[in-house]
């Protein structure tokens, strides 16, 4: 039971972590990670948010990924 609840702290500890961040960005961030991020996963709580299939969820399209995946199907920021 003692293991448990240090995964819930850090849990916590990380969601508060970035709702510190502020503004509009941290609270996305913030809500992001208390949805799905599982602290003994795989992969961080940005991997864990980003590998996120609710696709139904409003926040999806500006849920936090890495920059290049973000870029992957932007064809604006290709060369022609």
Do not use: H
Request: aromatic share 4%; glycine share 8%.
């Amino acid at each position: 039971m003692s293991n448990d609840n240090n995964e819930l702290d850090m849990k916590a500890k990380t969601v508060q972590r970035l709702m510190n961040k502020g503004k509009l960005r941290g609270r996305i961030d913030a809500k992001c990670c208390e949805c799905i991020y599982d602290p003994i996963g795989d992969g961080s709580w940005r991997l864990q948010v980003e590998n996120c299939t609710a696709f139904g969820c409003p926040l999806y399209l500006v849920r936090p990924t890495c920059v290049s995946t973000k870029t992957i199907g932007d064809n604006s920021l290709r060369a022609d």
